[in-house]
């Protein structure tokens, strides 16, 4: 730029700063750098505040693990009398379970005696048919050969994993496996069945109560044996039953025991007396010859295990 002619100085050009350049060299704002200068002027209340946060913190933990302290203790001041209560139920369980199977004992003979006094009050032809209804009704003990079906639960695993589950199901026996086995061995031609010594009639049931199986109420546990006495193709006729079929895969995928083997001279006992809810005269009513309007009928009678229902089956 060249000099003015009159010989005065050249005027002085005022740049404005850019404002992006400004923003840049900038950024903060000048508050902040403010605020960070009142700090570094006042280090002994700062210091406190720190001090005081760091001491509320120590207070709760120790309070909280005062808390936990407590607790653990009255947690282990309680043990013993819960401890007491449940060997006391224990205790009670075994002296009910004692007397149950006494009475069961006694039951037993009493019923053997009764059938005593009345083969000698009947005739013979009277007394052997009395003995086979009983027979096939499960009211008597029957001897025969037949097959014994044993299942039991796969061994305990280490790792302390529960179930086992996998795709065929739990590796202990559950309740509607024992159902499909007594199904089966019925529709092969089982004549009496037994689960564990619990003879089985029309209106037995198999079912579960938590981890127990059931077996006319009464509990059963493994190995699980169900004795059946029937016709010498029993055994094959099983074999080739779904049940059967379905037992092995479900011992070769998950590891519980499943046998099949033939039995000779098998004693199953008789049941307990069934408790009969319905009942239904076996001929018709007719009017009393003497016209009164008095009802003739013989004895009410049950139909037969043939017209009865079995156990329902589950699923696997």
Do not use: C, H
């Amino acid at each position: 730029m060249s000099a003015p002619q009159d010989g005065s100085k050249p005027p002085v050009r005022l740049f404005t700063p850019d404002f992006l350049t400004e923003l840049f060299q900038n950024p903060l704002d000048p508050g902040y750098a403010d605020a960070a200068a009142r700090r570094r002027e006042a280090p002994p209340t700062a210091g406190w505040r720190g001090g005081s946060a760091r001491v509320l913190a120590i207070v709760v933990v120790v309070a909280v693990g005062f808390l936990f302290a407590v607790a653990y203790r009255e947690t282990m001041a309680d043990e013993p009398s819960r401890s007491q209560a449940r060997a006391a139920l224990i205790a009670q369980i075994k002296q009910r379970e004692a007397e149950t199977d006494a009475m069961t004992v006694r039951a037993a003979r009493l019923r053997e005696e009764v059938g005593r006094q009345r083969d000698a009050a009947l005739s013979g032809s009277q007394a052997a048919r009395l003995r086979n209804l009983e027979a096939g009704t499960g009211l008597g003990r029957v001897r025969g050969d037949g097959v014994v079906v044993r299942l039991a639960d796969a061994p305990s695993k280490d790792d302390g994993a529960v179930g086992g589950d996998s795709g065929a199901g739990p590796s202990r026996v559950i309740y509607s496996d024992l159902q499909k086995v007594a199904n089966d061995l019925w529709a092969a031609g089982a004549e009496a069945i037994a689960i564990n010594g619990q003879r089985l009639t029309a209106t037995s049931t198999i079912r579960s109560a938590g981890a127990a199986i059931l077996v006319d109420f009464r509990p059963v546990t493994s190995p699980y044996e169900v004795s059946a006495i029937g016709p010498k193709a029993l055994r094959d006729r099983f074999d080739d039953s779904r049940s059967a079929y379905l037992m092995r895969r479900v011992a070769r995928d998950t590891g519980l025991s499943f046998e099949v083997r033939r039995a000779d001279d098998l004693t199953l006992p008789a049941a307990p007396e069934p408790r009969l809810r319905y009942a239904r005269p076996s001929v018709s009513p007719s009017p009393s010859s003497t016209g009164s309007g008095a009802v003739r009928s013989s004895g009410a009678g049950s139909s037969g295990p043939g017209s009865s229902s079995r156990p329902s089956g589950g699923v696997r």
